[in-house]
């Protein structure tokens, strides 16, 4: 788990000395004023504090004490660095107070010294800080892992073609058997009767098929001439019914003129018989007006 450091200091610089020198696995956190330290302080979860002595605002030796009055950042081992001229004696004034921090650094000491006093509160920081080489460890183990798989994979073709090789030998060895199987008198003698066996077989072959053929042959004409025969039924069929068809056309024709004749003959006579009772009609009405006369 990554350990998280806050850095309370108005020195850029020096917060950017400890960050570059902690191991990449220590999170910093950089906070200069009061207000941002406890803001950090509420808000995340910090492994130990670093805190300067001399701050803009305020001095750190009264943060110190407001830091270490809190019951919830009271557990958190706090360094205080400074460097003032005279800060062994404010160091040891300071650690006599009931709110003093863990421990005292001058700015001036080297990065080392400052890791081995994390050290002495969080001794997991030391397995920490070992992290990189035993990552750096892990990474030349998978590299060796790397060029053992290479000379595995060189290995293995080089077996694998050593396998063709010997198959490709081999091949070659029963092709040379073969050859010699071959010319031998006994297996020559029993290849040409084979031979010939084979040769007698397939001209029985081509004469079975050869009547297959003829066979096939005559079916197809015979199917030939029962379709002609039965085309021929057909258009005389054909013919006798157009023939029917054409003298029964004849006579419906004929029925039609003479219904159509008789037709005209009723309505010539219904015509006639309509001027009748027209004129009729008339001279009715001429007799019915003389008559009122």
Known sequence: MTKRILVIEHDRSFFNRIRDFFSPELQCVFADTRQ?????????????????????????????????????????????????SDAAVTFE?????????????????????????????????????????????????????????????????????????????????????????????????VR??????????????????????????DTVTSLRDEMKKSKETVRSETEVRETQHKQVLDQLELDYKNKLEKFEERERKFREIQKKYREATEEFFDKVDELRK
């Open 36 to 84: 941002e330290a406890l803001s950090l302080l509420q808000n995340k979860k910090f492994d130990i504090i670093i805190l300067s002595a001399e701050l803009h605002e305020v001095s750190g030796y009264l943060l110190c004490k407001t830091i270490k009055e809190n019951t919830l950042f009271q557990s958190i081992p706090l360094i205080i660095v400074s460097e003032a």
């Open 93 to 189: 004034q300071h650690k006599k107070l009931k709110f003093h921090a863990d421990a005292y650094v001058e700015k001036k000491v080297s990065n080392d010294s400052l890791l081995k006093i994390m050290y002495s509160f969080i001794p997991s920081l030391e397995h920490a800080e070992k992290m990189p080489e035993i990552k750096e460890s892990i990474k030349d183990l998978e590299q060796e892992l790397v060029q053992q798989k290479k000379v595995n994979e060189m290995l293995l073709r080089k077996l694998n073609e050593y396998r063709e090789e010997c198959s490709f030998l081999r091949k070659k060895v029963n092709r040379v058997d073969e050859q010699l199987e071959i010319y031998s008198p006994k297996k020559s003698i």
């Open 192 to 217: 040409f009767r084979d031979h010939f066996k084979s040769h007698d077989d397939a001209l029985l072959e081509l004469e079975k098929k050869d009547r297959e053929i003829q066979n096939l042959f």
